[in-house]
T-cell receptor, first 114, second 115 residues
Framework: EDQVTQSPEALRLQEGESSSLNCSYTVSGLRGLFWYRQDPGKGPEFLFT???AGEEKEKERLKATLTKKESFLHITAPKPEDSATYLCAVQSFAGGTSYGKLTFGQGTILTVHP | GAVVSQHPSWVICKSGTSVKIECRSL??????MFWYRQFPKQSLMLMAT?????????EQGVEKDKFLINHASLTLSTLTVTSAHPEDSSFYICSARRGGSYEQYFGPGTRLTVT
């Protein structure tokens, strides 16, 4: 069974204070690892897909990296508008009725204070 | 691109009644749509997967007769909560996936309150 664990559960930063969020996973054949941002009362917003170890992707102040066991979401010089819950999810190569299924972690609640 | 809408955004209904939630992919064709449920301060839990023109596949523990899913076209899926009870109150979110793509794009969610 695919499993995803995110840490820390909550992270408070001062504006401009860079940090990283962790996503550890176990999966029987990784098809893709996904990062989403979710604001309160809204659906998740797609950020990145990573497919293989060593891959990195960047978008504004966010950078996602992937190893064979975990992924990191690095936030550089965050701003208050980066405050949200960040969700990590994995998709395995399992087929049949499980095709396309995402398994989510519990998320990291990020708060950036001005 | 990759915009998914849901309607309604919130709904209040009385216990015993049925509620239908629509999920539409606005600018792409979605070969697969997914329905999730999210409780306060918890992550998303997959309820079912539906492919256009096929019966939905439900996750273990999800009552298929209570949560009816129809994926009638490549841009529309509906979730009907039948004989709703207060414990069905939750945040329901759909997502859609293009054929040949792995990413899922999520709708804004529907807040269901059963009184």
């Amino acid at each position: 069974e695919d499993q995803v664990t995110q840490s820390p559960e909550a992270l408070r930063l001062q504006e401009g204070e860079s940090s990283s969020l962790n996503c550890s996973y176990t999966v029987s054949g990784l098809r893709g690892l996904f990062w989403y941002r979710q604001d309160p009362g809204k659906g998740p917003e797609f950020l990145f897909t990573l497919y293989s170890a060593g891959e990195e992707k960047e978008k504004e102040r966010l950078k996602a990296t992937l190893t064979k066991k975990e992924s990191f979401l690095h936030i550089t010089a965050p701003k208050p508008e980066d405050s949200a819950t960040y969700l990590c999810a994995v998709q395995s190569f399992a087929g049949g009725t499980s095709y396309g299924k995402l398994t989510f972690g519990q998320g990291t609640i990020l708060t950036v204070h001005p | 691109g990759a915009v998914v809408s849901q309607h309604p955004s919130w709904v209040i209904c009385k216990s015993g009644t049925s509620v239908k939630i629509e999920c539409r992919s606005l600018d792409f064709q979605a070969t697969t749509m997914f329905w999730y449920r999210q409780f306060p301060k918890q992550s998303l839990m997959l309820m079912a997967t539906s492919n256009e023109g096929s019966k939905a596949t439900y996750e273990q523990g999800v009552e298929k007769d209570k949560f009816l899913i129809n994926h009638a076209s490549l841009t529309l899926s509906t979730l009907t909560v039948t004989s709703a009870h207060p414990e069905d109150s939750s945040f329901y979110i759909c997502s859609a996936r293009r054929g040949g793509s792995y990413e899922q794009y999520f709708g804004p969610g529907t807040r269901l309150t059963v009184t």
